[in-house]
């Protein structure tokens, strides 16, 4: 059964619990590791200005503590690989929906199912509704 490392526990633990529940209901079943948790401003604006989030410090829900979001990537990372991104999305949403935690996925924000529609693809971001 996949687990966390000590690294990914440490970011985890700066995530709300609602959302560290979910993640450990999937690693049950998925391997992934948990790439961020809380990002401070310097790390935000940072992340923010290498085109990897369109939210500046304090506007992302990273930037709340403990963090209201997570980014997570498939283990072992490849992250040219999609489908994989995408089957891990579709077990942290049905973990969220079956309890009673509701997230939106960074690959499709406006949660009506369909990826085309998005502006900007965050494959591995999770956050609290």
Known sequence: MPYYGER??????TVKEELQQVCRAVIQYY????????SGETEQNDIFSRG???KEFPDSKHNVNPSEAVDLAPYPIDWKDINR??????????????MGIPIRWGG???RNMDMKDQKFMDW???ELV
Do not use: K, P
Request: without cysteine; charged residues 15%; aromatic residues 16%.
């Open 52 to 54: 990897f989030s369109t």
């Open 31 to 38: 391997d992934h590791t948990v790439i961020r948790g809380y």
């Open 85 to 98: 991104f995408i089957l891990l999305a579709g077990m942290m949403m049905q973990a969220g929906f079956l």
């Open 108 to 110: 499709d924000w406006n």
């Open 124 to 126: 591995g971001h999770f």
């Open 8 to 13: 990914s526990e440490g970011r985890l633990a």
